[in-house]
């Protein structure tokens, strides 16, 4: 999984979440929630004279040098988010499993031509340009030197050295005219913190013939064996429908090494589009990952309609907003892939997990479903310490996998029996899960939460897919994962991430491309059965709908145990069943 791994901000932005089973609840229980942006409000400071405060907060910067005040004549691009009208209504729309379409979203929710007029008229009068509106009202870009934005923000940015690359940040929160209260919710582009870690986990194991020490390589899986294990025998394909990947930089080499897969696997070539949002850019650090996600949502699907390869600038918050932003506007796919994220902190003080919801809120409602990885550091983020994928650091959630508008997918240890057949799951070590301190539970999670059970508070992850090393999946490529796979065994859950989406793809081809939102069919289907007998295995689980219930295990934090739980969801999909009964 690609890390959101941004320059540590203060220690005292920490706090533990409870264990599972215990009854402690993250910090902030019972606070309000924000009728605009449907994430936990803020404690902010009253806002100057003649200011309104929006989400995006000051970045309190530690463990690197403040070398003073940023170049005032830097030119900086910035991402306006606009509020959502009727926010809560379409959210329950959402939750009802109603679908608008884009005329419903322009005269209902979209924000209003006066109110974009409005922010778009102050912009202009702050010296900002290139102004651009968004097709569906909710994100205005404009671009200005550093003077030009902190004049129009009231704030202050500063300039940092410290790690491998000198980053900017604003040290003051971000405000707008009193008049623009509650129309702007968020402001992106006041820091360039992107740092993410590349390419999914790989082991040392060989593979293709040569011996393999049964300690680092329990088994490996291919896409047909993955359809095996999961059970798509008789399933139909995703012959209907179209994937779109989430990725970043210059994906030639990734294309190039994703189309090697194909012949490897003996699988379909599957149509494909590159969408380029933003700039191009010349980095190349995520190619591994985005083979993988291109191979093994397309490979566990058989065969795809078309495939969508969305490449921004950067990983910053700022280019993630404005990808998501395409995707759904451009609704090409009713299924997407994003094999990254970060520690949920991060996007909650600078606002973008705001915008970010608005978008995916958006998307959820024309019935189009992200998949997310849950994060490969068991139940902490790394944010502030970088434990190579071993459980530790603090313990928050990852976002955009916290996102009540994303399925999350988690991470298991996959056993199959001799002849591939299913045989159990364990929660991956490292598989990220628990419960959110900043985004409030959707309704379809209420009631099935070991801890909260009245759903104020958003748990993780949705469902589960193998991600361990030690059953991960096969991969060819040059620069597959860390250099050439010829071919290697990578993991992590930005594997579990792109199996789910396929499999979900899957579903929608069976179903006409008819399902909307897939939370509400998942645990529909999920809390709509009762649970089965206990398969021995081992690993032990229980048939529960069209899941696998992990019973034992644990990712550090938290424990599997019959019904949902903060590892694994609601457990790993039988293909065929789940499909059925959906």
């Not at 031509?113 to 870009?141: F, R």
């Not at 280019?319 to 009713?334: G, R």
Request: hydrophobic content about 35%; overall charge negative.
């Amino acid at each position: 999984m690609k890390k959101l791994a941004v320059a540590t901000l203060t220690a005292a932005l920490l706090a533990s979440c409870g264990g599972h089973g215990s009854n402690a609840l993250p910090p902030g229980a019972g606070a309000a929630q924000s009728a605009v942006t449907g994430v936990r409000t803020a404690t902010l400071a009253v806002a100057p004279t003649g200011w309104a405060n929006t989400s995006t907060q000051a970045l309190k910067i530690v463990n690197a040098s403040d070398t003073g005040a940023t170049n005032v004549t830097q030119t900086l691009n910035i991402t306006v988010g606009l509020a959502m009208r009727n926010q809560s209504q379409l959210a329950s729309a959402v939750a009802s499993g109603q679908q608008v379409d884009d005329g419903t979203f322009m005269a209902t929710y979209a924000p209003t031509s006066a109110q974009v007029s409005a922010v778009t008229s102050y912009l202009q009068s702050k010296g900002l340009t290139n102004i651009s509106v968004s097709q569906n009202n909710l994100v205005v870009t404009a671009s200005g030197t550093a003077a030009h934005v902190q004049s129009a923000f009231n704030t202050n940015l500063h300039s940092f050295a410290g790690g491998t690359t000198p980053f900017f940040a604003n040290v003051t929160p971000a405000y707008v005219p009193s008049n623009l209260g509650g129309i702007v919710v968020a402001v992106l582009g006041l820091n360039n913190l992107q740092a993410f870690k590349p390419t999914p986990h790989v082991t040392s194991c060989s593979v293709e013939g040569q011996t393999t020490p049964p300690q680092e390589c329990l088994r490996f899986y291919d896409p047909a064996t993955f359809q095996k294990a999961y059970d798509a025998t008789g399933a139909s394909s995703a012959y209907a429908t179209p994937i779109a990947i989430m990725a970043e930089g210059d994906p030639t080499q990734a294309i190039t090494d994703f189309r090697t897969n194909e012949s490897k696997f003996g699988l379909p070539q599957v149509p494909l589009t590159r969408v380029q949002v933003g700039l191009a850019s010349t980095d190349t650090a995520g190619n591994g990952e985005w083979t993988l996600d291109m191979t093994y949502s397309t490979g566990i699907a058989q065969n795809v309609k078309a495939l969508y390869l969305y490449t921004t600038t950067s990983l910053t918050d700022q280019d993630i907003a404005l990808e998501y932003n395409k995707w759904v506007t451009q609704h090409y796919t009713n299924v997407g892939n994003s094999s990254f994220g970060g520690c949920e902190v991060f996007p909650y003080l600078d606002g973008s997990m705001v915008i970010m919801d608005n978008l995916l809120l958006e998307g959820a409602s024309h019935g189009q479903t992200m998949f997310a990885s849950s994060g490969d550091n068991g139940g902490y983020c790394n944010q502030f310490v970088d434990t190579n994928g071993a459980p530790g650091g603090a313990p928050f959630v990852e976002y955009p996998a916290a996102s009540p508008y994303v399925t999350a997918v988690g991470g298991t240890d996959l056993f199959s029996n001799a002849d591939g057949s299913y045989k159990g799951e364990t929660p991956w070590e490292a598989g990220g899960g628990g419960i959110s301190q900043f985004e409030y539970s959707p309704y379809w999670e209420t009631g099935v939460q070991p801890v909260d059970k009245a759903g104020s508070f958003r748990g993780v992850p949705d469902v589960a897919l193998d991600a361990s090393l030690e059953t991960g999946a096969e991969l060819w490529g040059g620069q597959a994962a860390n250099g050439s796979c010829t071919p290697c065994v990578t993991g992590g859950t930005s594997l579990a991430s792109p199996l789910m989406a396929g499999i979900w793809a899957r579903a929608e081809s069976a179903h006409g491309n008819s399902l909307g939102f897939a939370p509400i069919r998942l645990y529909k289907d999920f809390t709509g059965h009762a649970a089965g007998a206990v398969v021995a295995g081992p690993p032990a689980w229980q048939p529960d709908g069209g899941f696998h219930d992990i019973l034992t295990g644990t990712n550090g934090l938290y424990t599997a145990l019959p019904g949902y739980d903060y590892t694994t969801g609601l457990g790993s999909p039988d293909i065929a069943t789940l499909i059925k009964q959906i």
